[in-house]
């Protein structure tokens, strides 16, 4: 059990919400991954060795903390959008011209890949929500 004041600790789960949210890792993603990292699925339960193993995954995957100032590689986060945004589209069995509406609708673009990440962002959560009122509907009602 940690005791009650351990700054590094504190730190070190603050670094790993950050790179969570700086990620824009849904819920389930981000426990796969700790899972995936330490066997565990919430950060509170992670010794030192296991936090900086999910620092070190989340770093990986183009996180810079910003006292660090890192370089992230140029189009990296337009990637992984890009990934995020192809998920969510096999999980709702949508094709890519489903995206392509949504840039045009929200944008006016003609296509999801002219996006900047701001603006995939965006359509990823889009995408969520959408996500999150289907499984409201095929919920059964109690």
Not at 41 to 66: E, H, I, K, M, W
């Amino acid at each position: 059990m940690p005791s009650a004041f351990e700054p590094q600790r504190t730190r070190d789960l603050r670094r790993i919400h950050t790179g969570r949210r700086a990620l824009a890792l849904d819920d389930d993603t981000y426990r796969d991954l700790l899972e995936r990292v330490t066997g565990k699925r919430s950060a509170a339960d992670l010794d030192a060795q296991q936090r900086r193993a999910v620092l070190d995954n989340l770093y990986r995957l183009g996180f810079t903390p910003p006292d660090h100032r890192r370089p992230k590689p140029a189009g990296q986060g337009k990637t992984r959008l890009m990934s995020k945004i192809e998920a969510l589209l096999a999980d709702a069995a949508r094709p890519w011209a489903y995206a392509d509406g949504l840039a045009t609708r929200m944008f006016g673009l003609s296509a999801v890949g002219f996006c900047d990440e701001e603006q995939l962002r965006k359509i990823v959560a889009a995408l969520i929500y959408d996500q999150k009122r289907r499984q409201a509907r095929a919920a059964p009602c109690a």
